[in-house]
């Protein structure tokens, strides 16, 4: 391989936080119908219970700040100095591939989900049966030289450049971009964050309601920035409509 096609897979155009581009990107891939993304519009009771359900997964577009990085390092320093419990069940995929946030917040949303959301024959589903028993170095690095899937990923995130009317804008592969996607999932009872950048998943505790748990995480994202607005959530919900 040239060191040119290492350099083009090592980037990708960021994927916006899209619903519907996001749900046409995996039904394309092959993930059932019946199941979709939709906007959060708020945390609290009285939206959340507007959300379809069952919930199978939330993701939290957030921004990369100074506050967030020490924390989130001081997060991982805590769990490598006292372990934690990790659900063989949970599938996680490290991120090595710049601006592949996007995809990896979906993998991760579906990837611990195979056994509610059906997904046919086809790239996806390949990548899923391949990274099944490998680590997650080993994931990322079947990521790097999955070619249908970076074809697949480009075309949806270039597809979102024609959503303006939307407020939804697709930064250039080359823009520098401070936003990141992290998913909450719940496995075998417990609540997990599962964030590319991270070097393991973070078992958050007890999961009674994955969304209400989610949102509770998710204000604290906030709190810990609170004069910065760009949080986008996200559910992955059945099909509406």
């Known amino acids: 391989m040239s060191g040119t096609q290492r350099e083009k897979k090592s980037r990708w155009l960021p994927l916006e936080s899209n619903p519907q581009v996001m749900s046409d ?48 390092k001081e997060e991982v320093n805590k769990i490598q100095e006292i372990g934690q419990e990790v659900s063989p069940n949970v599938m996680f995929f490290k991120q090595t ?17 195979t056994d509610a959301i059906p997904i046919d024959e086809g790239p996806l589903k390949r990548l899923l049966d391949i990274s099944k028993n490998l680590t997650s170095d080993e994931r990322a690095k079947v990521l790097e030289e999955d070619q249908e899937l970076a074809e697949a990923h480009k075309s949806s995130a270039s597809s979102g450049q024609t959503s303006a009317s939307l407020n939804y804008r697709t930064p250039s592969e080359d823009e520098v971009v401070n936003l990141h996607f992290a998913t909450f999932i719940e496995k075998d009872g417990s609540i997990y964050e599962l964030d590319g950048r991270k070097p393991f998943p973070i078992n958050h505790g007890p999961c009674k309601n994955l969304l209400e748990d989610s949102a509770r995480l998710i204000k604290k994202f906030m709190e810990r920035d609170p004069e910065n607005y760009q949080f986008t959530v996200i559910a992955l919900t059945p099909k509406q409509g």
Request: charged share 15%; with cysteine.
């Open 25 to 72: 990107y995996i039904h394309k891939l092959g993930v059932s119908q019946d199941w979709a993304y939709t906007d959060v519009f708020g945390l609290d009771s009285e939206i959340l219970s507007m959300i379809p359900q069952p919930v199978k997964a939330v993701i939290l577009l957030f921004p990369i700040t100074d506050n967030y990085e020490r924390d989130s």
């Open 97 to 113: 591939i710049s601006n592949a946030c996007g995809t990896i917040g979906l993998l991760h949303s579906l990837a611990s989900n």
